[in-house]
């Protein structure tokens, strides 16, 4: 096969129609497209019907005897096609959209096509809501209604300055069932669909230019099985409908007529049409005739209904009243007697309704001059120019082992093909653990769980992520994501609990911890939070926790002072209040304070310059201050006992320490101190049967030695891991 020189640069367009299939190649030169070649074949079978494949396999048979044929003609090879999809079950949404940009600039091409995607996206969006059947459709094409620029109408936004562009535009929607025939079909004749539209887009490019949509016209396609409407108002297509009735119901009242086969009573109508002498044999072999007033009282009632049917879907699309004109197209609408009919049904003049046809190819040139210039020829010409329009296509890719079909708007990503296998979207995404919900000091808080293992994602073998282009015949695989770890937080980790309150004790600077409350119960830093709890941190402490803190011997805390002023042990201390304790009243009212024996779950701070010598209080173990003047620790145990007893005896005598052990106070007695490993004598923990793979042992938090000494308060965790 010799190639053509046009091959390079040429579309090929089919209309696959209810009667016949129509192939045309051409290209466009400028502002006019130069048609090479066309095929006609009809079917021989009754394989479509009212727009909808039957028989894919007869379909595709045909299809490629129309592209085998082509090829012949114009010594070319036919991979790629154009083709468009009848209005059977038509779903329309109108949808407005914009986008905002961060600096004024001129708009390109490239914007533009990303608004109309945008608007394309977001009327699927809207479809999908609005309806819940089962039956999954897809967008087949959409018709730019008006274009704004900064919020006023804007024909054409090319190259002029905006931060602000909308777009007004009707998207329409098929069923799968419609869309996927005409894909079979055409991948069973060997040929790759690469644009998709709608049969009255395709009708409305050729035969109502733009200068034309200012005025209120309707484009009627009459096929053989269906009847397609589109109507244009102020400059843009307003809207679109269909009817499943066209020229082939006048060819069965025909066939009923005349006693004959489908086929024939096809062509009787075309004889009538031309107005020839109509003559036929039926199906008894027999030659019969016809006159044209029988055969008009015929199909004139069917004329009368499918044009009043017609009208009023018209009237119904174009706001509840007549439109201005109708330019009919198609094989179906040349029938004498439908365009007066319809124009009737209307209530419009007849004269406003029109079959057209050479009258709106003025930009169509024609290589062979067989090929017919009426109104058969406007779909299938428009089906090649909405190559160029618009490119709308679905493609293919494989998804986990499962093929999918995808609306190929320029921009498809893995997500996208995700999304249309129904793969769980949670899927894609490290999730986290559960979250732990509780309050702080009445708040309500929310940790989050850990972050899990991201998806794993192959794009043809390579790897990719959510947002790797994708494009025909791509094979993805994506093992899903996983959950990470469950939220776990400790008292000590919440930030109020950090944050130290300053104080000044008897002239030194001090922090101490905040304290923490739980369910109303006190908790240590190292309680691990749970679902639900409500934790209360205090922005005080009191002056008897500040002692406790600090581990001040009794004999310095007699006499209390909080900002000067007397107080006791339950007075509470705000940040940079001023906190004295002494030996001696410094101010009156002072209150002495008895020592006594505490639970304090917290560390201890180094007191420094505070602990110079020990004291005599085996239960204490407190330093003394130099503010002693004469008195000794004995001296100050004597008076608060009324008993004198030998420092030495003291020393030596066995002694009670209490330590807080896995969040429960622990108290050890009979010996004079105790050592780590002495807590096993006192807690319930079985070291003869392992219960995990090691024991932890911490003293405040750090790693415990079992020979280490306790002191009184220690916090100490003993647990398997």
Known sequence: MTPNVYEGRC??????????????????????????????????????????????????????????????KLHMTLQNVCIAAAGRVLRTVDVTTHIVYENEHAVTEDEIYELNSKGVEKAYEEFLEKNEGNEHFYCVGYSVKRYYLNDLPMTNLLDHKAHKVAVDMIATFLPDEVVD?????????????????????????????????????????????????????????????????????????IAKECLVDFNTAELIKRDYTAGKEIAFMDIMGLPQTISRERLEAAVQPVIDRMTADVAAKMIELNGGRPVSAVFVVGGGGVITGYTQALAAALGIAPERVAVRGREVMGKIDFRDDSIPHDSRMVTPVGICLSYYEQSNNFIFVTFNEERVKLYDNGKLAVVDAAMNA???????????????????????????????????????????DIHTPIRENDVIQVIPSTA???????????????????????GKDVGIPGRAIVNGEAKTEFYEIADGDAVEVAEYCTVDEIIAWMDIAPQLRRYLYVNHAAATPETKVYGNFTVELSPDELYPGAVWEEPVNRDDTREREDVGAWADTETASGTDGVAASGWETGNDAGADETEKTGAEQPEAEQAAGP????????????????????????????ISFDLSKPQGTGIVTTVNGRAAQYMEALHPNDVVEIYWK
């Open 655 to 682: 002694v009670s320490m209490t330590v807080l052990c896995n969040g429960s106070p622990v108290t050890m007695h009979g010996k004079q101190e105790y050592l780590f490993v002495d807590l096993f004598d006192y």
């Open 11 to 72: 579309v090929f367009g089919l209309d696959i129609g209810t009667r016949s299939i129509v192939g045309t190649v051409g290209y466009l030169e400028r502002d006019r497209f130069v048609v090479l070649g066309q095929s006609v074949i009809e079917h021989e079978t009754r394989a479509m019907l009212d727009g909808q494949i039957h028989d894919i396999h007869r379909v595709g048979q045909t299809i490629r005897q129309v592209k085998e044929d082509l090829e012949r």
């Open 484 to 506: 990470g770890a469950a939220a776990t937080l400790t008292v000590g980790q919440l930030p109020e609990y950090g944050s130290n309150i300053r104080v000044t004790v008897n």
């Open 422 to 464: 129904d793969f769980p979207s949670d899927g894609l995404f490290p999730r986290r653990g559960k979250e732990l919900e509780f309050t702080v000091n009445g708040k309500a808080r929310i940790q989050r769980g850990n972050l899990g293992e991201a998806a794993v994602i192959m794009v043809n073998g390579v790897p990719g």
């Open 181 to 253: 025939g005409l894909y079979r079909a055409v991948e069973y004749a060997g040929l790759d669909v690469v644009n998709l539209t709608l049969e009255p887009i395709a009708a409305m490019i050729v035969a109502i230019p733009e200068q034309y949509r200012m005025l209120n016209i309707a484009l009627l396609d009459v096929g053989a099985g269906t009847s397609d409407i589109s109507i244009t108002c102020d400059g843009s297509i307003a809207s679109y409908g269909m009817l499943p009735v066209a020229g082939d119901a006048l060819t069965e009242v």
